[in-house]
């Protein structure tokens, strides 16, 4: 088992930077990729950034390059999601996950564990 404990979120304003964490605990965190996905209300789940072991390929949604960069230390079991030039568009809940298989994707049900989720909200 993989724990996930993600913090960080809070009120913004638009405009403005928050960075989210996720630590790791449990298994190994060896080999995994990492991701980020979010949730708003009455929509569904969707992919936001993750990131491979080695930490060099990354891999973003349309609408947050640029503007986000996800990170990770293995040595400390965490990854992190830095995010810049916030919009109200990106207020939702923002969920950690883990794919123990390594694959870079962007699709929910290959991940393998999941986070409690952190809320981020962006006021205009």
């Known amino acids: 088992q993989v724990q996930l404990v993600e913090s960080g979120g809070g009120l913004v304003q638009a405009g403005g930077s928050l960075r989210l964490s996720c630590a790791a605990s449990?298994?190994?965190?060896?080999?995994?990729?990492m991701g980020w996905f979010r949730q708003a209300p009455g929509k569904e789940r969707e992919f936001v950034a993750a990131?491979?072991?080695?930490?060099?390929?990354?891999y973003y949604t349309d609408s947050v390059k640029g503007r986000f960069t996800i990170s990770r230390d293995n040595a400390k079991n965490t990854v992190y999601l830095q995010m810049n030039s916030l919009k109200p568009e990106d207020t939702a809940v923002y969920y950690c996950?883990?794919?123990?298989?390594?694959?870079?994707?962007?699709?929910?049900?290959?991940?393998?564990?999941w986070g409690q989720g952190t809320q981020v909200t962006v006021s205009s």
């Open positions: 996950a883990a794919n123990i298989a390594g694959r870079l994707s962007g699709v929910f049900y290959e991940y393998d564990y």
């Open positions: 449990g298994r190994t965190f060896r080999g995994y990729t």
């Open positions: 990131i491979r072991w080695t930490g060099g390929s990354t």
